[in-house]
């Protein structure tokens, strides 16, 4: 472990969960919840350092919506997050995780997730992006991601744009604390089907803070009551992939990426990262 790890995994023994979460808890498993580990109920100290990252993770995507516009490419956009971040002394989390090349993902269009930036893809007027940027500042992670506009766009891709924005708040507004992961993915699912949308299901949120990606998995698209209870200290994203079409997705077979849409139609995202408390929620990327 280096110095920075023993710093960051070292609280769970100085900051232990308070007593009566922990009784909580007890009584919850008795009616049958799933309960997460201890170690996914972040302690104080830690919930400080996933709040710094996530407030550069913030600097950089409002870096990003300054300067976006019709023309650039989506390397540049690698660009200025790569150098927002380093100029906050922080790093780029994407930046060869699992062998992905890039500093950010940039999803245009049908693209659902994980889009490369490249020199050879310029932004179009009309054009839809996703830009998902996730900080980690002393060890510690904050993940979020927001739908740009290109100049005019159609009526049909505004819709898409705010109606999946609507999705992630609905989402967020049912991460209470004592509910479970599946309460999110039944209010997201609800609303974006009476919208005639549907809801990307292989993908979603996560929790997050100490890793990249850590347990629960949070699906967009669930049954109310299911999945591992939500216990104040635990730290996830809410990140709904809405498909105009179809739910299906395929992924790119040269690259091994970028996730685009089975039946070619568009798809939008907003992500935020947050923290559940005692009674609600904080949302630590705003
Ligand atoms: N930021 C994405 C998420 O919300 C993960 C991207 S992984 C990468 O979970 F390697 F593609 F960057
Ligand atoms: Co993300
Ligand atoms: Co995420």
Redesign the pocket.
Known sequence: MTKEEETKYSYFESEPVPEHILEKMEQMRKKGKHLPDLNLIKRPSQIEGIREASKINTAVLDAVSEKIHAGMTTQEIDDIVREVTASAGAVC???H????P?S??TSINNEV??G?PARHRKLHEGDIINV???TIFHGYYG???RMFMIGKVSERRRKLVEETRRCLEIGIAAAQPWNTVGDIGAAVAKYAHSRGYSVVRE?G??G?GIE??EDPFVAHEAKAGTGMLLVPGMVI?V?PMINEGRAGVVIDPYNG?TIYTKDGSDSAQW?HTILITETGNEILTY
């Open positions: 989390a994407p930046y995780f699992e062998g992905y890039k950010v993902c997730c994980h490369i998902d940027a996730t993940d979020a991601s993908l949120g996560h997050v990249f990606h994203t990140e990426w992500e």
